[in-house]
């Protein structure tokens, strides 16, 4: 009962967004009346079109929008796809109708450009206090002990699951670790006939299987999970060198304002140091290059570090776990600043001029670093690595090195565009916010 009123609740939510992005492009698309030929139809024609609302939430509906719940970047890439669909659709109607010249094309154009960015925001916003009131909240029982069930998932009030140790919970999580392929499929037959909904976690969990695809074999009732390194493929390389062109061209007047401020304060807090930090750095292929960072340490930052180790021992086996000192005196002012917003790696964007980096990509390791890397280092040195990337924006200052080994394997997997740009969103939040990269 309370899953289909939160349905309905989310339909009607969409629905009006649906109908404030009408009205707000129709408002921007009469202040550039001088500009245009006048608009032939009213506010009313648009705003009453039940076509546009039919065609968008039955898109929705067509990508399981309204039956499944997902985190909110998998829905929103859904929301995004089912909003291009449904504007080719829109288009190919209108066409096909003869009534094309009719509707300004800038009116909705614009409106789906808007749609694309209130709808997520919208859904974001109603799931969590459709949670909140317990409309979106769905019991699950766990059998296992994965820590990131807990962690992702009863912490996500997007996705709406909270933990129940009732047995007639309607959902279950399966943990896959620590039980034999017997045992899984016994479970499962069970759960299938006592549950609506089970989920299991795949045993192995270095591949996003959402981007793999699945061949039937239909006459021995078995699929095969295709999957491949993502950033081997030279066609994902080609597009990936593309998007970071791009990306630099469109970023690149806020770089040189960034970095014009920065360079001001850090000749203000020490005018006698050097602005750029300088450091040789593993790159594609093991070829080492000089990589570019802003000066956040004092000059004398070796001397200055020597008698903090002497006064505090601890700092030593700290460092060895996580490649950095809990309180590290030589850090300026500015330097601390930077560090907490990442803003001390923005030269690196001459690295990716340079075609040394990406924008988004595994993390430049240090030479004293490569024998750590271990088994994993052909697959993190066949890419270039990024100016950010997953270990920065995913609690950067509680993950340890073995965890950034992970993260930057799982990035060359299973890279995508769409994963590209969820990175670059969430790390100008952190630089934003200052939350998350100490």
Known sequence: MKHNISKLILILSDIFTIFIS??????LRESLEGEFSSISRTYDEYIENIFVYLIVVLTFVNEKIYKYRFDFWQETRLVLRGLSISLVLLLSMLAITQTV???S?????MSFLIMSVFIPISKNRLKKLLFTIGLWKREAEVCGSDESVNEEVFNNPYLGYVYSEHINAQTIFIDTKNITARELQERLNVSLQEKKEVLFIP???SFNFSNAR????????????VV????????????????DLLLSALFFPFFILFFLIIVVLIKKEEPQGSIFFKQKRMGRDGKKFICYKFRSMYENGDEILKKHLKEHPEEIS???????????????????????TSLDELPQIINVVKGEMSLIGPRPYMLNEQKKLDEFIDIIQAVKPGITGLWQVNGRSNVDFNSRIEMDVWYTRNWN?????????????????RKGAN
């Open 214 to 225: 699945i061949v039937e074999l239909t006459n021995a009732r078995k699929n095969i999970i």
């Open 417 to 433: 565009l769409w994963l590209d740009l969820v990175i670059l969103v969430k790390t100008i939040k952190v630089v934003l916010l």
């Open 22 to 27: 009408i009205t707000l492009a129709y408002i």
């Open 203 to 205: 045993l192995l969990q």
């Open 228 to 243: 491949e390194n993502a950033l081997f493929k030279k066609t994902n390389i080609m597009i990936k060198k593309v998007s």
């Open 318 to 340: 700290y460092y060895a776990k996580f490649h950095k000192y809990k309180k590290d005196p030589r850090i300026t002012k500015i330097g601390s600043l930077m560090r907490k």
């Open 105 to 109: 094309r800038i009116i909705i154009i």
């Open 101 to 103: 010249e009719e509707y």
